[in-house]
């Protein structure tokens, strides 16, 4: 066996290699406690993203409804002024033809 000196001590190789296979199997453990505490936390915050993905989805359905509701609202409320409109135009027609269109007309202003 070859013996080395380092830093005053005098170690075979095979000591030499031991060590160093310590050293690598304690670095091996540290890194895979790391990569376990990073796994968690990756795992963590996918379930916050799923979860405000799915916020964000339930928001837009909810602003997808009020949409719906205000286009509801506006056609039906454009629906009853066309038929308004129609309606006085048509009596307005009528009254005409009957001769009595002005009275009606400063009746209904």
């Known amino acids: 066996m070859e013996k080395k000196a380092m830093n005053g001590d ?3 190789t095979k000591e ?3 060590l160093l296979r310590a ?3 304690n670095q091996s453990s ?3 406690g790391q990569i376990t505490g990073l796994k968690t936390q990756i795992a963590e915050v ?3 993203l799923k979860t405000d993905i799915a916020d964000v989805r339930s928001d837009i359905q909810s602003l997808d409804d009020r949409l719906r509701n205000v286009e509801t609202a506006v056609a039906g409320t454009t629906a009853v002024a066309t038929y308004k409109k129609t309606l006085i135009d048509w009596l307005f027609r009528i009254a005409a033809a009957v001769g009595v269109g002005g009275a009606i007309k400063a009746f209904l202003s």
Do not use: G, V
């Open 23 to 25: 050293d690598i199997q």
């Open 46 to 48: 996918r379930s916050e």
């Open 30 to 32: 540290e890194l895979k």
């Open 10 to 12: 005098t170690i075979t």
């Open 16 to 18: 030499m290699f031991e």
